[in-house]
């Protein structure tokens, strides 16, 4: 968010919403962040990487969050085009490399290891 990045983040979700947040760097950015109003703290989108041609990190998400072993997550506002109801006044993107010992679970089964589709 405006040049600015939190890293080492670790989020805990009850009900839909962030109840808990913590950082290796920045913490105070992200809590602050979370903040901005009630949709902030909502995901906006969610999202998984495919694109296995891109080979390293660019600190550009908009090339990030496409690389094949990769989720990406937004907090805030959601698209309306997409069918997203969260409104705020942040769509905060959050890249998570999933290759060395990243799980994906859905209804309590396992879906996604290691940044690859297990089905």
């Not at 919403?17 to 950082?23: D, P, R």
């Not at 937004?74 to 698209?79: D, K, R, T, V």
């Not at 109801?85 to 089964?109: F, P, Q, T, Y």
Request: charged fraction near 30%.
């Amino acid at each position: 968010m405006a040049g600015r990045e939190a890293d080492g983040v670790e989020l805990t979700f009850k009900d839909g919403q962030v109840v808990k947040a913590t950082a290796g760097k920045n913490e105070d950015f992200l809590l602050a962040m979370i903040d901005t109003d009630e949709g902030s703290r909502r995901l906006g989108e969610f999202a998984i990487g495919t694109n296995y041609e891109i080979k390293k990190f660019t600190r550009n998400t908009l090339f990030d969050e496409k690389i094949g072993g990769t989720c990406h997550l937004a907090l805030g506002a959601a698209f309306p085009e997409t069918g997203g109801k969260n409104r705020s006044g942040i769509h905060w993107d959050m890249v998570c490399d999933l290759k060395n010992g990243g799980e994906i679970e859905a209804d309590g089964k396992v879906f996604y290891r290691d940044g690859k589709f297990l089905i």
